[in-house]
């Protein structure tokens, strides 16, 4: 319903089902304003409305159903007399709302219906109050405003400008103290922008409605709301924005009305408690502008007793329908409680976990909707590092204290506009962007910042909402800070320093401090039962194993206490640049002139490695561990071409295997270069040419696990071999690494050990089960390689390419980061059903055959270890029912998030029963 309606049609739709009081309003879906688009790009979209009398024919009788619905007509035609008896006529509300929120992306116009005729016929009237006059002009300057904004792109600044202005004539503050004749004259003043701009105000509601319902279609495209989709990927797919067309509703009517936002659950904290905010006589747009102080929702059980009262009870069913925390806009019309808007609550890591488990315990949810709920990137944030949580009262670098707004520690250089946010970003370097406040234009720069600090808003404005979903640290409402963004300087209350662009800062987003410098950070805290809880739940949940790719022991130490159950990567060129005698003997090994030489530098490289490995398996104890076999292409080794260093490492590759001629080895460097290394001499091309380096690295491999089975820790190491695109490739490389494991355990005990296949060319996934028939015991997908060929796209150029590709609508993912299942994936479920078929016959053939001696039956596990393994959409993906592989393998710290994602693939599978 969603897709179609928009996640605010839904919503509506929901929630009148439900029987809460949503003011009458109907749905066009997104479909049309992907119809829109299409007309639009020729230069048809302005007249598909007016054309298509069909859509029109439909809002006509949605329009009546609303005036049905509410008891009360609309104004028709643009000299209508329904006022005359001193009712305000029903006004309209048009709203976007995608499939995905986007908060503020695109555009609303409210108050939809006034005209000059209507306003003077209501104000005139005798039976209309004075308060009641000067609402009706406050709602006539709104919908001059916004339609001129939205409709007919008059800059805002213009009405603001002459609203500014008024305000300081009449000497007063806020809006609120404008009184109805002053409101009139501004009401004139926004009709003079129109006739300045050359642009005309319809007064016939009809024509306002159909040009409104237009520009919120054509608001689909606006820049802001695209950069908005380009840099949220669940946008990705995205048809349009549906239009609601709704009865307007006024919280500024008089002093019994007001607007409000709030979370059934505190968002920061998880706890259950309604958490928000409202303004007393103000429309809902004067709440997050932020323009008063709104009061704290508990007050609402002192100044709207009954109000408050429904509200709890609509909160609760809410909850208690959508199996969610809700986040919920109202309005209070003289008394009467009405919702305008419900979409599950954003929160941040720390609550999210917390909701889980107390929902489970309410008896709301099951454990599998518990581990959907949560979101791998609540995990991450959980988990990051933060300041130390000591006592700061009093530390002097504590310049403000401001709202916290979106926890976390940022630590960065100062920028003041989102441009400069961006291009430090481009730089590599991170910044805290400072403003007064935020707006929509902002998002660029703040998603490019490491985090926000405003000088006003309160927990729900822009700034706060946009970083929570993000999970950014963000402080707000910082009062005591002023900032100058025309010098691009900032002062804080009590502290004589001037910051200035570029200056280091930092900002702890649990407690809301802004600290001067850059502070240092410590590991995340502690956790207090939750996490644990849920991270029970997901390996409960998941079927499919997660490992992680690690090279060193320390990551390894790291993989493991995140619960990776093995290593399903080490990959070993890393480890000839952790310190010069290895790169020296690594190079030694490249430049060599024949095999003894690199026989020699072999040797020199073996006690490296082995206690490379040694460290790795003591950090695995019990568990798997994988090494791929030297991949790269050699000459990533050496430095580059001409260069003195070069000539040095020739020398003195020449001086340690006694040649004379430096200009041969300088010679042999040169013909190593190859024009797509790439697909050049590297993967198990390598060991062919060279068996001497796999036989090294297996002989490390097996004495470092027999060194450990020595000390009893037990060890299951595997051996694999990268770029395989035939099976002789492998089986001549498994010959190499069999032969060095008979010499090793000769006479003594032999380990097990496994020997596979990284399946990496599109090749290797097409002929899986030959793979799997010359003895390859586990294929581990490398999607890194297997997209890069499968596509033909160069893994280290392709950002140029992907950018326009994804301007143009023809990809909308970047493979490299989230699997390509049409494609890659095909390849992948070919390599997966091919290979258990084999295995399948293996077995067989072996239940038959009486007279080999009965060994184990074949078994062969297939996972992935490119980087797709720690992509949660990816991991979905690989352990969902239609590939379900046997593992996943990723980057320490991507673990936990994997294993949750894992979870999730089957928990939708449980859900969906
Ligand atoms: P967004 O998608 O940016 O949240 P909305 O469609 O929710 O935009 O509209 C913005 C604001 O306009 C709302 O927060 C609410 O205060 C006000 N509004 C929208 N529809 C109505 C209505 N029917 N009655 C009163 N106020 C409304
Ligand atoms: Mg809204
Ligand atoms: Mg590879």
């Not at 404008?178 to 009809?206: H, I, M, Q």
């Not at 091309?685 to 097996?702: C, K």
């Not at 992509?871 to 673990?895: G, T």
């Amino acid at each position: 319903m969603k897709r179609e309606l928009g996640g605010k049609g839904a919503g509506l739709a929901e929630m009148s089902r439900v029987g809460l009081d949503v003011p009458a309003g109907f749905t066009l879906s997104t479909k049309l304003c992907a119809l829109y688009a299409e007309a639009d790009k020729e230069g048809k979209g302005s007249q598909l409305l007016e054309k298509a009398g069909a859509v029109m024919k439909e809002v006509e009788m949605g329009v009546k159903f609303i005036e049905k619905q509410m008891r009360r007509p609309i104004p028709r035609g643009s000299s209508s007399k329904t006022s005359k008896d001193g009712e305000l006529p029903l006004l309209l509300s048009i709203r976007s709302g995608a499939a995905v929120s986007m908060p503020g992306m695109m555009d609303t116009v409210l108050n939809l219906g006034l005209n000059d005729v209507i306003v003077e016929g209501f104000c005139s009237s005798p039976t209309t109050s004075e308060a009641e006059r000067r609402f009706c002009l406050d709602a006539y300057r709104r919908l001059l405003d916004m339609f001129g904004d939205v409709v007919l792109s008059i800059p805002r600044v213009d009405f603001e400008s002459a609203l500014t202005e008024m305000k300081r004539a009449r000497g007063v503050a806020t809006d609120a103290e404008l009184t109805a004749d002053d409101l009139r004259e501004l009401c004139e003043k926004y009709k003079r922008v129109y006739v300045d701009r050359g642009k005309t105000f319809p007064s016939d509601p009809e024509t306002q409605l159909r040009k409104s319902i237009e520009a919120v279609f054509a608001s689909w495209k606006n820049p802001r709301a695209v950069k908005y989709r380009e840099i949220n990927k669940d946008c990705a797919g995205l048809e349009g924005t549906a239009v609601n067309v709704q009865a307007m509703v006024f919280g500024n009517r008089d002093d019994d009305s007001c607007s409000g936002v709030l979370f059934t659950r505190d968002p920061s904290t998880g706890e259950k408690k309604l958490y928000g905010e409202y303004l007393v006589n103000a429309q809902g747009e004067d709440v997050v502008a932020g323009i008063r102080t709104p009061e704290n929702i508990d007050q609402l059980a002192v100044q709207f007793p009954r109000c408050h009262k429904t509200l709890v009870d609509w909160c609760d069913r809410l909850e208690n329908h959508f199996w969610d925390v809700m986040d919920i806009e109202f309005t209070v019309e003289s008394n009467k409680l009405w919702i305008l808007q419900c979409r599950s609550g954003k929160r941040i890591g720390a609550a999210a976990v917390k909701i889980a488990c107390d929902m489970v315990d309410e008896g709301l949810i099951t454990v599998p909707r518990a581990v959907l709920m949560v979101e791998p990137r609540h995990l991450d944030q959980l988990l990051r590092p933060r300041f130390d949580p000591g006592d700061l009262a009093g530390d002097a670098d504590v310049v403000a204290k401001g709202l916290p707004a979106s926890p976390g520690a940022a630590v960065g250089t100062i920028v003041f506009t989102a441009a400069d946010a961006e291009a430090a970003k481009k730089r590599g370097v991170d910044c805290v962007l400072i403003r007064v406040e935020t707006s929509a234009e902002d998002v660029g720069g703040m998603h490019a910042s490491c985090g926000i600090l405003t000088a006003r808003g309160g927990m729900t404005s822009h700034a706060a909402v946009v970083a929570r979903g993000w999970g950014k640290p963000c402080v707000v409402g910082c009062g005591d800070m002023f900032v100058n963004e025309r010098d691009k300087t900032v002062r804080f209350q009590g502290c004589d320093a001037k910051f200035k662009e570029g200056d280091a800062i930092s900002l702890d987003g649990d407690r809301g401090l802004v600290i001067r410098g850059s502070r240092a950070l410590i590991a995340s805290i502690a956790d207090n039962g939750d996490l644990a809880r849920v991270m029970r739940w997901t390996d409960e949940t998941r079927r499919i194993q997660v490992l992680a790719n690690a090279d060193t022991p320390a990551d390894a130490a790291i993989a493991r206490a995140n619960g990776a159950e093995g290593i399903g990567l080490v990959r070993t060129e890393h480890q000839f640049f952790s310190s010069p005698e290895r790169l020296r003997a690594m190079r030694s090994m490249v430049l060599a002139s024949d095999d003894a030489a690199r026989t020699e530098a072999c040797d020199r490289m073996l006690p490296f490695q082995r206690e490379d490995f040694e460290g790795i398996f003591t950090a695995m104890a019990g568990l798997s561990v994988c090494v791929r076999l030297l991949d790269p292409p050699l000459h990533e080794f050496l430095p580059p071409k001409k260069s003195q260093e070069l000539d040095r490492v020739a020398r003195d590759v020449a001086s340690n295997a006694g040649e004379k001629d430096v200009g041969k080895i300088l010679a042999r460097a040169e013909r190593m270069r190859e024009a797509n290394p790439m697909l050049g001499m590297r993967g198990c091309r390598l060991g062919i040419q060279h068996p001497s380096v796999t036989a090294m690295q297996s002989r490390a491999i097996f004495e470092a696990a027999k060194a450990c089975a020595d000390k009893g820790i037990r060890v299951k190491p595997q051996i694999m071999v990268p770029l395989v695109a035939t099976a002789a490739e492998f089986s001549h490389q498994a010959n190499v690494i069999r032969d060095v494991h008979a010499e090793v355990f000769a006479g003594v005990e032999a380990l097990p050990f496994e020997v596979g296949v990284m399946v990496e060319t599109p090749r290797a996934a097409l002929v899986a089960d030959k793979l799997v028939r010359a003895g390859a015991q586990f294929l581990s997908l490398g999607t890194n390689d297997l997209t890069q060929m499968t596509f033909g796209f160069s893994r280290d150029d392709v950002g140029p390419i992907l950018k326009t590709y994804r301007e143009n609508g023809i990809l909308t993912n970047d493979p490299f980061e989230r699997i390509d299942e049409l494609g890659v994936g095909l390849l992948i479920e070919n390599c997966a059903m091919m290979a258990r078929a084999a295995v399948r016959e293996l077995n067989e053939q072996w239940q038959e055959d009486q007279s080999k001696p009965k060994g184990d039956k074949t078994k062969v596990k297939i996972g992935v270890c490119g980087e797709h393994g720690g992509d949660p959409a990816s991991v979905r993906y690989f352990a969902s029912d239609r590939v379900a592989l046997d593992y996943v393998s990723c980057s320490a710290h991507r673990v936990i998030a994997a294993r949750l994602a894992a979870a999730q693939a089957a928990a939708r599978e449980l859900d969906a029963l």
